[in-house]
T-cell receptor, first 113, second 118 residues
Framework: DAGVIQSPRHEVTEMGQEVTLRCKPISGHDYLFWYRQTMMRGLELLIYFNNNVPIDDSGMPEDRFSAKMPNASFSTLKIQPSEPRDSAVYFC???????????FGSGTRLTVV | AQKVTQAQTEISVVEKEDVTLDCVYETRDTTYYLFWYKQPPSGELVFLIRRNSFDEQNEISGRYSWNFQKSTSSFNFTITASQVVDSAVYFCALSEADGGTSYGKLTFGQGTILTVHP
């Protein structure tokens, strides 16, 4: 089992550019979560999916953020246009059910300059 | 609303000392789950343990032990005979499970930075 795979590991982009973060969950895990980690706000849940369907996106900060899960093995988190305050580490996690322990990916460190 | 408080921002110990990381939570649900995660300097989040609200038995896994007390809404984590490799940020988290809007959403504490010196 390769675990949850995120790409890229690091992303540096200029303000105003579109950024796409990618995630491959563990096979057989029905839940996928996107979290953001910053020094100021800690770990925040952005959105989660169950069986590829978005269930709760109340944590998505604004319309510039969007997430999709076109199939059970792939999800994207897109920021368009990006702003410096979006700089953070973005984690994807998956689990078999909602209250199981999540398995997190290694994260994507996003820097918007 | 669910809330997790880790009052200790940073703890520094010398190798072989025992150390306890505190976690206090708030929830109105009767069914909930508590978790601990470790975030080493490499940055990934590693799952350590999950407990449900109906199981107050303490748990021990090697040098790690967890003390869950519903009466004080606490779920503390103790590392016995700490080692340098234990240096990391440790997060306590809560997931409510009564079926409300927060069902299954992990809420994390702010984390405790543990530094173990040789």
């Amino acid at each position: 089992d390769a675990g949850v795979i995120q790409s890229p590991r690091h992303e540096v982009t200029e303000m105003g550019q579109e950024v796409t973060l990618r995630c491959k969950p563990i096979s057989g895990h029905d839940y996928l979560f996107w979290y953001r980690q910053t020094m100021m706000r800690g770990l925040e849940l952005l959105i989660y999916f169950n069986n590829n369907v978005p269930i709760d996106d109340s944590g998505m900060p604004e319309d510039r953020f969007s997430a999709k899960m076109p199939n059970a093995s792939f999800s994207t988190l897109k920021i368009q246009p990006s702003e410096p305050r979006d700089s953070a580490v973005y984690f994807c996690a998956s689990s078999r059910d909602r209250v199981d322990g999540y398995t997190f990916g290694s994260g994507t460190r996003l820097t918007v300059v | 609303a669910q809330k997790v408080t880790q009052a200790q921002t940073e703890i520094s110990v010398v190798e072989k000392e025992d150390v306890t990381l505190d976690c206090v939570y708030e929830t109105r649900d009767t069914t909930y789950y508590l978790f601990w995660y470790k975030q080493p300097p490499s940055g990934e989040l590693v799952f350590l343990i999950r407990r449900n609200s109906f199981d107050e038995q303490n748990e021990i896994s090697g040098r790690y032990s967890w003390n869950f007390q519903k009466s004080t809404s606490s779920f503390n984590f103790t590392i016995t005979a700490s080692q340098v490799v234990d240096s990391a940020v440790y997060f306590c988290a809560l997931s409510e499970a009564d079926g409300g809007t927060s069902y299954g959403k992990l809420t994390f504490g702010q984390g405790t930075i543990l530094t173990v010196h040789p």
